[in-house]
């Protein structure tokens, strides 16, 4: 009969349950390697892709560690130089929205306002109502004052 091997069972890569990790040791050690993995990481995306890169990290012992490619300084203030201006350009195309909106409100109540007047106005006995006219070469939505 042939000898067979049996292979031991080992560890490998088996999956771990991700919760908190109560051995203060254990926590201190698990930090420092997936903080190193999470710069591998990042390092890899700068390297291959050309991405910015920033990673600000406060361990448990509340210190800081950051890493950055080209440095943390220049993607952050890359990022907030982006939201400023975008924040901007929000505030100014709300505005201009609302001030379309607002002119063609008014037009609009201007119309119906010229049409009711123009109404009163021919059952009191004084005829058609010209005042307010829209002249041709006015946008649609603008109004001019006209002579009678």
């Not at 002249?135 to 109004?143: A, K, R």
């Amino acid at each position: 009969m042939p000898y067979m091997m049996v292979r031991p069972k080992v560890m490998g890569r088996s999956k771990i349950e991700i919760k908190e990790i109560q051995n203060k040791g254990a926590m201190y050690c698990t930090f420092t390697k997936r903080r190193n993995g999470l710069c591998s990481k990042a390092r890899e995306l700068y390297n291959l892709c050309g991405a910015q890169v920033a990673a600000i990290v406060f361990s448990p012992k509340n210190k800081m560690y950051t890493f950055g490619e080209p440095s943390v300084d220049s993607v952050v203030n890359r990022f907030l130089h982006e939201q400023q201006q975008q924040r901007q350009s929000l505030n100014r195309g709300g505005q201009k929205k609302k001030k379309k909106k607002t002119i063609q409100f008014l037009s609009d109540e201007c119309i119906v306002l010229n049409n009711q007047f123009s109404q009163k106005l021919k059952l009191l006995g004084y005829g058609k109502f010209n005042h307010l006219t829209n002249t041709s070469n006015t946008p649609p939505h603008v109004w001019a004052e006209t002579t009678f």
